[in-house]
């Protein structure tokens, strides 16, 4: 039987300290775990081994499927949602021609992997939906146990899709097939990382550096896309995904960008990430204008924001004479942005 206390011991070796919620899913981990009993060619078996952990954005859902994984399933496959669709589409056209294409998906799948770890499920493709089914129950009668995580119950996935009535097959085989676990609570633990990142230090708001750190938080790499839309126009950007931005300050505000463009960005992300800040004067007047109204509009938006930039140095950010009027209200909203408390008393925005 597995011990919890190895991967207590593990989170607190990171310096995490789970509350009673997250610990209790551990506990009825551990629980079903020990009465699993995986499938034989023999004996089918009905215990379960697959779990369905869901609840609120920054719960600590996927910092707990990854110390799972990280104690006890070190060989375990390991996909964010979008990246594990990808792979079945692109395998899906490899086998095109044969028949089942799917199950021949499926079976090189259960080859590689016995277990897989499925980070952010969420289905908004109708692709996606017609097929996951299939996919879902073909890997588990092929004896590979899944984890995932997701914002949404499982009754709720797929809500107001095309063609949903479809659906809903699926939604019964996962809970059939699945331990639903609901992670209860409020405390959004990605915030409380960002919160705590301090800026000041030395050396810590250049490109690698702050790449690590949101590769961490949110364990994808979001630099590998590095231009985004907004009405209809292409930016670029130091990285994204469908729930983060992160900008460059030189080189985003330098661009043909209007107050428009800010309310598209804060009603589309739910983080936006701004790094490459520096010194300006009235000769940088068109950019410190539109950094501006961009903070005005987050900040009455109350968009999750966070700029890294040594704070200490945020009288020279702005050195010039034509925007002082405004700029003066703007540096007092960037110290407040900047504190932990803004971070914390963030009102959760309406998902889109």
């Not at 996927?62 to 792979?87: C, N, R, V, W």
């Not at 960002?194 to 750190?213: C, P, Q, R, T, Y």
């Not at 961009?294 to 704070?311: R, S």
């Amino acid at each position: 039987m597995k011990d919890i206390t190895v991967v207590l011991e593990n989170l607190s070796a990171q310096d995490v300290t789970l509350d009673n919620t997250q610990t209790l899913f551990l506990e009825e981990f551990i629980e079903q775990d020990s009465i699993y009993k995986p499938p034989t060619f023999f004996s089918k078996n009905n215990s379960i081994g697959n779990f369905y952990l869901w609840g609120p954005v920054g719960r600590g859902k996927t910092m707990l499927l990854q110390s799972l994984k990280d104690s006890y399933f070190p060989y375990a496959g390991q996909f964010h949602f979008i990246e594990f669709m990808q792979l079945i589409h692109k395998k899906l056209s490899e086998f095109s021609g044969n028949s089942d294409p799917l199950l021949k998906v499926v079976k090189n799948l259960s080859i590689d992997f016995k277990i897989i770890f499925i980070d952010e499920f969420q289905i908004e493709d109708i692709a996606d939906a017609m097929i996951i089914g299939t996919l879902l129950e073909a890997l588990l009668k092929k004896g590979t146990r899944l984890f995932i995580s997701s914002n949404s119950d499982p009754d709720n996935l797929y809500k107001d899709g095309l063609q949903r009535a479809k659906f809903l097959k699926t939604i019964n085989f996962i809970n059939e097939n699945f331990f639903i676990h609901h992670l209860l609570g409020s405390e959004d633990y990605r915030l409380k990382e960002i919160s705590k990142f301090d800026s000041s230090a030395k050396d810590v708001n250049g490109f690698e550096d702050v790449k690590d750190f949101l590769q961490r938080t949110f364990k994808q790499d979001l630099a590998e896309k590095t231009e985004f839309l907004a009405n209809n126009r292409k930016f670029r950007c130091f990285g994204c995904s469908d729930k983060a931005l992160w900008l460059s300050f030189k080189d985003f505000f330098s661009s043909p960008c209007a107050s428009k463009d800010f309310i598209e960005i804060v009603k589309t992300f739910e983080w936006v990430f701004i790094s490459n800040f520096h010194v300006c004067n009235d000769d940088h007047i068109d950019k410190i204008r539109r950094f501006i109204s961009f903070i005005d509009i987050a900040y009455q938006e109350k968009q999750k924001l966070k700029c890294f930039y040594d704070p200490n140095s945020m009288i020279n950010l702005y050195s010039g004479d034509q925007l002082h009027h405004l700029w003066v209200r703007t540096e007092s909203r960037l110290h407040q942005i900047a504190s932990t408390k803004y971070l914390q008393n963030l009102e959760k925005k309406e998902t889109k």
